[in-house]
């Protein structure tokens, strides 16, 4: 099902209206008279938004935060460091982790479980366990924002509105004693400033795009199939027209009919609405289908990440390649493995140097003692890894900055992989 | 069970290993309780009021009888009489410190048939199944069902008219050992429900490996695999139990049938009661023996949380 | 929930209402030398009554199934028994005299508790860890383990004896029987405060740290998670999401309780000298009527029955996950 966002565009003129009832910085705003900053036809005038959307024109976004900057791109982490506290220690969960996200992208977030995928995106909005801490030195920029100085009352203003989170196993994750089209009618009312009728009719008209029928909108999720929660859940997610959607786990726990159903649901949402998606899964072959950059994560860090076609057929890093299966890697003459010996570490107490480096069959002395820097290649992959150090093959050391501002080594890129949407750094050439 | 034909076959190694085992499961338990501040204010307070309950003499001296009173009747707090005197003039701390130990034996007597009969027929339940188990939950759930205090106000002037006004066992006196014996029948019902449960998980897990236990009798069986994983539960619910015990005891006494001469706090507030202290203000007479019941129940609920966390835990996340 | 899961808890609680009956039953058969002894000692029966007792409750015939069934008869028609105490008053005419003395206390504490301990709990659980849990859970758990008249008694030290506000006992003061209607009520009401102040205490103990639990549990649920990232504020999550979960074994909870807190009071109404059901079972045990030792039982268990079967009719029509 496919409806264009204008038909949304009730979100749209609600969104103009803005209202700030839960931001305490930004003054409340209620009448239509207050400038809005848009994207699509009204763009900044010196053309081509920079956050290298170039060709995508979604024109999705009715409007932006108030203080967005102009011109920023949607998401940059930098350096984001999430640790937990227990008795025993901190367990550095996501240690050091950098990427961005374009308007209009999807990036898929994979590893195994305990990475630090899902708390790496539940950090972007903050729903963490109390004994949770991001570290100082953490930035999290949406439209150039950061979030992490912003108290929980100021960051909860973009919660929903500019980031939704459709999470796993959506049984548990929707209320058992409310009904379905009531929890999505309920961000719309609350924080929209909807009528109650205006907030249900744009309920049923959410549940319609992603393919349920508009009368099980009185159902309670216990009454709805797996699919169709999940459904649900991703029209909850809509709710507020956000700029980012974070899928955790959509379609794990789901059967396999039902989940190329659901990724075709949000390729099709993705193309006509324009969205931006962080998809996380352990699951590579969802990735493969339904985005364009992928950030292989171990834990707490990032292994390799670049745009998907290039990772899936020449990855780098060692737990890249197996994680990928038998893939032969051109580069090297090893023989790569079937299975991954060994279990994550421990983050309580982490092994010193390149955290993978006890289960890598490759691993060097250096691997044990110093931490792989990351090296930004050519063809868009970065990878943290000693066996890819900088300088062999064009790569050239970056740091959290670079990865935001997405620049590219000064050697001259190569023709990007087949497949690579023109939004590429490859083809912008910062 | 695998592999023990490798192990070394006489049977005292074995039993060393196993003390090995329990001597290290028995400090790590330490260990877990000892963070629990609530745990160890509990077992502080508890352990305390067991000094009291086992020579309270060494407190306060012999217990006050009328013929050794010295105060005056309802004497407030002096320099003679810390706490006061009672309508007979006995002086109340004495009385109080003394009242420990009926009030705790009780507890503890009560607490000991409730977990006998209660483990016996939860284990009996669990392990037996079917008819066994059936009869003997129906049994339970009718004894849930019933409010206890009333049972037991029911209960007790027909034991007691049964066994006789004279009847004596273990010292206790008919009046003492009509409330042991009521708080006993009145509390079995929710230990034998727990029990059974967790007999029915173990049962489930053991079941490959009765088929291992070649002729074992059912007792065995019960005596040897069960039991041991069930006592954790089974020390959780008694210091549980032991709370809810001294609690009804105090009930119990305090509406009249507690006994005179053996006076518990509960039999001790009556006493008040009768001679119009809350009326008269006379607060010295009340604050003490109160102050005990609720410290000693308050102290077994802390302890009997603490060890029901650490020895049956339940994971949380929080968020 | 089916009509056939309705029939099956009614039917239930039918069995053991009769048990209830056979036990009452048993239980004054087993003493030495009654119910001769026992039901008839009663000095203020006419011979005839006597006689009349004697041939409804089959007395001379054997106890099974002639006397069993001749009791449970006669109990079906409202007749149990008479008191020793009162004088040969009918059980039921006695039992009625003292029944709305305890409603007027139990029903106005039971709403108290149950809106000030949810409350208290929710907070409490919500915020768990912080200072107001401390002092929440702490205070709680000290009214938790005071039985009611532990409660009463300082109550009555310091707000009757002591500053004089109330009086020390009893629902009424003597002699206003002509007195206004307003003299009256301001003179019960009086009277009621401190009673219901120290079951309302004791209720709230129980329910502030049970709803304290369920709010725990709940709240490490995804769909409060989804709530959170909804970024809906803090009260709403708790007021929308986590509280009407946590409810639903609460109402259950709540209507068992209900069943059991008239056997609870009975020792604040001693304290208070409270003329309800609670003074009288403790004065019937006192002169041994068992006649109205045996009425209070049955009701008082009957009471429980009914509140169980609501509870587990309330939580099918409750539970959305269950009605279907």
């Known amino acids: 099902m496919t409806a264009p966002r204008e038909e949304l565009g009730l979100a749209r003129d609600l969104e103009a209206r803005d209202r700030f009832a839960d931001d305490e910085t930004d003054p409340s705003v209620s009448s239509a008279s207050d400038p809005v900053v848009a994207l699509g036809d009204d763009a900044a005038p010196d053309g081509l938004p920079p956050g290298g959307i170039g060709e995508r024109q979604s024109g999705r976004r009715g409007s932006l935060p108030k203080l967005a900057v102009p011109g920023a791109p949607l998401l940059v982490a930098k350096d984001l460091r999430t640790h937990f506290k227990l008795d025993a220690g901190w367990v550095k969960a996501v240690d050091g982790v950098s990427f961005r996200v374009d308007d209009g992208e999807a990036m898929g977030l994979a590893g195994e479980s305990g990475c630090g995928k899902t708390t790496t995106a539940l950090s972007l909005v903050r729903i963490l366990p109390s004994n949770a801490r991001i570290r100082k030195g953490s930035s999290i920029e949406l439209f150039g924002i950061d979030l992490v100085p912003k108290t929980e009352n100021q960051l909860r203003r973009y919660r929903w509105r500019e980031i939704s989170i459709v999470f796993q196993g959506a049984m548990n994750a929707l209320n058992p004693v409310r009904r379905v089209g009531e929890q999505i009618a309920e961000p719309i009312e609350i924080r929209l400033g909807a009528t109650r009728d205006r907030a249900t009719r744009q309920s049923a008209e959410l549940l319609e795009l992603v393919g349920i029928p508009r009368k099980r909108a009185k159902a309670y999720p216990h009454e709805l199939s797996g699919g169709m929660r999940q459904r649900a859940m991703i029209a909850m997610a809509l709710a507020c027209d956000p700029a980012l959607v974070i899928g955790d786990e959509p379609t794990t726990a789901l059967d396999v009919m039902v989940q190329a159903q659901i990724l075709q649901l949000l390729e099709s949402l993705r193309r006509d609405l324009g969205l931006s998606l962080i998809l996380i899964t352990h699951d590579l072959s969802v990735i493969a289908e339904t985005c364009d950059r992928t950030m292989i994560m171990y834990a707490g860090r990032v292994a390799e990440e670049g745009p998907v076609s290039r990772i899936f057929t020449a990855p780098r890093h060692p737990y890249t390649e197996r994680l990928l299966g038998a893939f032969p890697n051109i580069n090297s003459d090893r023989r790569t493995l079937e299975t991954i010996p060994g279990i994550p570490p421990d983050l309580l107490n982490p092994p010193e140097g390149c955290r993978f480096h006890p289960r890598c069959p490759a691993a060097m002395d250096v691997c044990r003692e110093v931490v792989p820097p990351e090296v930004l290649f050519p063809d868009g992959v970065r990878v943290a890894c000693h066996l890819h150090p900088a300088g062999a093959g064009g790569g050239m050391l970056i740091s959290a900055e670079d990865v935001a501002s997405r620049r590219m080594p000064p050697v001259a890129a190569e023709t990007p992989a087949v497949g690579a949407s023109p939004g590429t750094p490859g083809s912008v050439g910062k | 069970m695998t592999g023990s034909a490798d192990f070394v076959p006489t049977g005292r190694s074995l039993r060393a290993e196993r003390w090995r085992l329990r001597v290290r499961g028995a400090r790590e338990f330490a260990g877990q309780f000892a963070s629990r501040r609530d745990g160890l204010i509990g077992l502080a307070i508890l352990s305390a009021f067991t000094l009291m309950a086992l020579s309270p003499d060494l407190f306060v001296g012999a217990k006050e009888t009328v013929v050794s009173a010295t105060g005056t009747r309802l004497e407030p707090p002096s320099a003679a009489h810390i706490l006061g005197a009672d309508e007979l003039g006995r002086d109340i701390l004495n009385l109080t410190v003394h009242g420990a130990r009926i009030s705790m034996s009780i507890g503890l007597m009560a607490t000991a048939i409730t977990i006998v009969v209660g483990t016996s027929i939860g284990v009996a339940a669990g392990f037996l199944g079917s008819w066994t188990d059936s009869g003997l939950m129906r049994v339970t759930d009718f004894f849930l069902v019933l409010p206890t205090f009333v049972l037991a106000i029911v209960l007790a002037p027909v034991i007691l008219d049964i066994i006789g006004p004279e009847a004596e066992f273990l010292g206790l006196r008919a009046t003492l050992l009509v409330i042991v014996v009521v708080i006993g029948i009145t509390s079995w019902a929710t230990t034998a429900r727990i029990i059974r449960s967790q007999t029915l998980s173990i049962r489930e897990r053991m079941f490959v490996d009765r088929a291992r236990v070649i002729g074992s009798g059912s007792g065995h069986i019960m005596r040897r695999h069960i039991f041991p994983n069930v006592v954790n539960l089974i020390v959780a619910q008694a210091v549980i139990t032991f709370a809810a015990a001294v609690f009804i005891e105090t009930s119990l006494a305090f509406i009249g049938l507690g006994d005179p001469f053996a006076p518990s706090w509960g039999q001790l507030l009556e006493s008040a009661q009768s001679a119009g202290a809350p009326g008269l203000g006379a607060w010295w007479y009340i604050a003490p023996p109160a102050t005990c019941v609720v410290l000693v129940v308050l102290s077994f609920t802390l302890v009997g949380n603490a060890l029901d966390d650490i020895l049956n835990p339940k994971a949380q996340v929080r968020r | ?324």
């Open chain 3, 1 to 324: 929930m089916s009509g056939r899961y309705i029939v099956q808890k009614i039917a239930q609680a039918i069995v053991t209402i009769i048990a209830i009956v056979l036990l009452n039953f048993l239980l004054f058969r087993m003493m030495p030398g009654s119910p001769e002894r026992i039901l008839l000692r009663n000095p203020y029966l006419t011979q005839e009554k006597v006689e009349q007792v004697r041939a409804d409750w089959g007395l001379d015939k054997p106890l099974f199934p002639d006397q069993f069934v001749g009791y449970v008869k006669a109990t079906a028609a409202g007749d149990l028994g008479y008191s020793l105490q009162f004088r040969g008053q009918s059980v039921v005419d006695v039992i009625e005299s003292h029944f709305w003395p305890t409603m007027l206390l139990l029903i106005p504490a039971e709403v108290i508790a149950i809106i000030v301990g949810l409350t208290a709990g929710s907070y409490a659980g919500w915020r768990r860890g912080s200072g107001g849990d401390k002092v929440a859970s702490g205070t709680s758990l000290i009214l938790y383990s005071m039985p009611y008249f532990v409660i009463g008694m300082p109550l009555i030290i310091i707000f009757a004896a002591g500053l004089g506000w109330f009086p020390t006992s009893g629902m009424t003061t003597p002699g206003l029987s002509s007195a206004s209607f307003l003299t009256q009520l301001f003179d019960f009401l009086r009277h009621l405060v401190l009673p219901l102040a120290a079951i309302s205490l004791g209720l709230i103990g129980g329910y502030s740290i049970i709803m304290r639990s369920a709010i725990i549990e709940t709240r490490s649920e995804d769909y409060v998670t989804t709530a959170r990232a909804k970024g809906l504020k803090d009260r709403r999550v708790l007021r929308q999401h986590a509280f009407p979960n946590a409810m639903l074994p609460m109402v259950t909870i709540i209507a068992i309780q209900l069943g059991y807190v008239v056997a609870g009071a009975i020792t604040a109404e001693v304290v208070f000298n409270w003329p309800g059901l609670g003074t009288l079972t403790v004065d019937a045990l006192e002169t041994r009527d068992y006649p109205v030792l045996q009425g209070v039982f049955l009701l008082l268990s009957v009471t429980v029955v009914v509140a169980n079967l609501g509870a587990d009719l309330i939580y099918g029509r409750l539970d959305p996950r269950v009605r279907s």
